[in-house]
């Protein structure tokens, strides 16, 4: 049994329970032992370009005190990912990076859910980085912050925001744009009749693949 340590780079410890719960799937069925945290000095939600850089030192932080065969960093904008992967010899996924993985699989121009509209030009640019913004259907926000998010059950904005993105964008696969949104996959699913991908699932299950499939890591 190998240990995967999935980190929220926010401090919000409700985040980090919403994530156990969606991962219940997961987890049920890995032989892994999959253990989270959230970051205590992060701020509790991770909005802006300047949040996703004043993570980036805490999580490379946790990785140096918290030794784990491979590593999951549970949030959509995937915080100094080539700079966490330099730092440690051992698997790192972004959930965003296996969020778009997964929907390349699943459809052929996918939709993101986002949190707020400053995620969106940052989404953007990661696609283009990754060469499959042409995937790309849409990107609607659903302008709200984390405590917002965390203390609202908000089902029906984020199904009138898929819907959008079905009936006027064109995507036929959803992706729930921020690691605290996972909990409205299943009435997403059944109000839309598409794929819902939750980021968080996507990012856990493929560190059990590589970890299962054993992959050979680049040296450093």
């Not at 996959?185 to 499939?213: F, K, S």
Request: proline share 5%.
């Amino acid at each position: 049994m190998a240990s995967i340590l999935v980190i929220n780079p926010n401090s919000s410890p409700s985040v980090t329970r919403s994530m156990q719960d969606c991962l219940s799937i997961v987890t049920g069925n890995s032989r892994h032992d999959i253990k989270l945290t959230e970051l205590a000095k992060s701020p509790p939600g991770i909005e802006t370009n300047a949040h996703v850089e004043m993570v980036i030192p805490n999580i490379i932080e946790r990785i140096g005190e918290h030794q784990a065969d491979a590593y999951v960093l549970s949030c959509f904008s995937d915080p100094g990912i080539e700079q966490v992967r330099a730092a440690t010899s051992r698997p790192v996924i972004g959930i965003a990076e296996a969020a778009y993985l997964a929907a390349l699989g699943l459809g052929q121009h996918f939709g993101i859910v986002s949190l707020g509209p400053s995620s969106i030009e940052r989404h953007l640019h990661y696609l283009k980085t990754l060469r499959i913004d042409g995937r790309l259907a849409g990107d609607r926000s659903i302008d709200m912050t984390i405590p917002q998010l965390m203390a609202t059950d908000v089902v029906e904005t984020v199904v009138r925001t898929g819907r959008k993105l079905r009936d006027e964008d064109g995507a036929d696969v959803v992706i729930l744009g921020c690691a605290g949104l996972g909990s409205y996959r299943a009435a997403m699913e059944e109000a839309l009749g598409l794929p819902i991908v939750d980021p968080v699932q996507a990012g856990v299950a493929l560190a059990c693949t590589t970890l299962d499939l054993q992959y050979r890591m680049k040296a450093h």
